[in-house]
């Protein structure tokens, strides 16, 4: 079982390899520093806030609920 930052870490990662797609373009299509984002991958972020998830998924051009449809997100599969 994954706890929330690290689910959204390994789904960030999933992406930017499906996408071909790095850590700094994200950042910069999305709009969130390039630290923060390394932050995340680095599991150094406790708290990710709702507008963060918002912004990575606008830079993976997803909605959100595109960006939390995977089973990385179900509850079953989290601890909280």
């Given amino acids: 079982?994954?706890?929330?930052?690290?689910?959204?870490?390994?789904?960030?990662?999933?992406l930017l390899k499906e996408k071909n797609m790095t850590?700094?373009?994200?950042a910069l299509n999305s709009g969130i520093t390039h630290s923060t984002l390394k932050?995340?991958?680095?599991?150094?972020v406790k708290d990710n806030?709702?507008?963060t998830v918002i912004l990575i998924a606008s830079g993976f051009d997803?909605?959100?609920?595109?960006f939390l449809n995977s089973p990385l997100f179900l509850e079953e599969n989290l601890t909280i």
């Fill in 39 to 44: 932050n995340i991958m680095h599991d150094t």
């Fill in 62 to 66: 997803m909605t959100v609920s595109e």
């Fill in 1 to 14: 079982m994954n706890n929330v930052n690290r689910a959204l870490m390994l789904r960030i990662e999933e």
């Fill in 49 to 51: 806030l709702l507008s």
């Fill in 23 to 26: 850590q700094y373009r994200l």
